[in-house]
Nanobody
Framework: QVQLVESGGGLVQAGGSLRLSCAAS????????MGWFRQAPGKERDFVAG????????RYADSVKGRFTISRDNAKNTVYLQMNSLRPEDTAVYYC???????????????WGQGTQVTVSS
């Protein structure tokens, strides 16, 4: 069982930056692939970024490539999402998730956090 708690969301102007954190409980954190997803009002939950259990492999949605960076610190049981050059269309609730293998799909993840709101003003 893994419990996930996101933090770091907030209101930022377009062009600004935020860093999201996701703290995980449990001693098996390092065995899970981690992902970030986001959901805007009235839209489906979309993949944003993912990282393998070791941190050696990452993947991104095309819409965030070059602007967002996912990383993890297994010693701290935490995964991060550094978001730069934010745009109004990045506004959404951001969720972190843990699963047995890297995946672009929400069904590939077994555990989810409660989400953190990111709002980008124009």
């Amino acid at each position: 069982q893994v419990q996930l708690v996101e933090s770091g969301g907030g209101l930022v102007q377009a062009g600004g930056s935020l860093r999201l954190s996701c703290a995980a409980s449990g001693r098996t954190f390092s065995s899970y692939a981690m992902g970030w997803f986001r959901q805007a009002p009235g839209k489906e939950r979309d993949f944003v970024a993912g990282v393998s259990w070791s941190g050696g492999s990452t993947r991104y949605a095309d819409s965030v490539k070059g602007r967002f960076t996912i990383s993890r610190d297994n010693a701290k049981n935490t995964v991060y999402l550094q978001m730069n050059s934010l745009r109004p269309e990045d506004t959404a609730v951001y969720y972190c998730a843990a699963g047995p293998a890297p995946s672009y799909y929400s069904l590939g993840f077994d555990y989810w956090g409660q989400g953190t709101q990111v709002t980008v003003s124009s």
